[in-house]
Nanobody
Framework: QVQLVESGGGSVQPGGSLRLSCVASGRTFATYTVGWFRQAPGKEREFVATIRANGGSTHYADSVKGRFAISRENAKNTVYLQMNSLKPDDSAVYYC???????????????????WGQGTQVTVSS
């Protein structure tokens, strides 16, 4: 079992930055693909970014590419999402997620992940 706890959400003006953190329990964190999804009111949960086990390859949604950066510190069981140049459309609840043995074709699918955090709210508004 893996438990995930997010932090770092909040309110920011357009163009601002936030860094989300997600701390995982368990001693096998380094072996998991970990990532972030988000869900705005009335919308489906959508893929944001993910990073492979042991600090491997990263993948981003087109809508955040060049603005967001995902990273991980396996020694701290932590994954980060640095969000820059935030837009009102980025407002959502952001969820941390982890999964094992996720094939590349499924990496943007919420159903491929096994564990989820409770979410942290990000609001971008002037």
């Amino acid at each position: 079992q893996v438990q995930l706890v997010e932090s770092g959400g909040g309110s920011v003006q357009p163009g601002g930055s936030l860094r989300l953190s997600c701390v995982a329990s368990g001693r096998t964190f380094a072996t998991y693909t970990v990532g972030w999804f988000r869900q705005a009111p009335g919308k489906e949960r959508e893929f944001v970014a993910t990073i492979r086990a042991n600090g491997g390859s990263t993948h981003y949604a087109d809508s955040v590419k060049g603005r967001f950066a995902i990273s991980r510190e396996n020694a701290k069981n932590t994954v980060y999402l640095q969000m820059n140049s935030l837009k009102p459309d980025d407002s959502a609840v952001y969820y941390c997620t982890a999964g094992n043995r996720i094939i590349l074709s499924a990496i943007r699918s919420a159903g491929a992940y096994d564990y989820w955090g409770q979410g942290t709210q990000v609001t971008v508004s002037s």
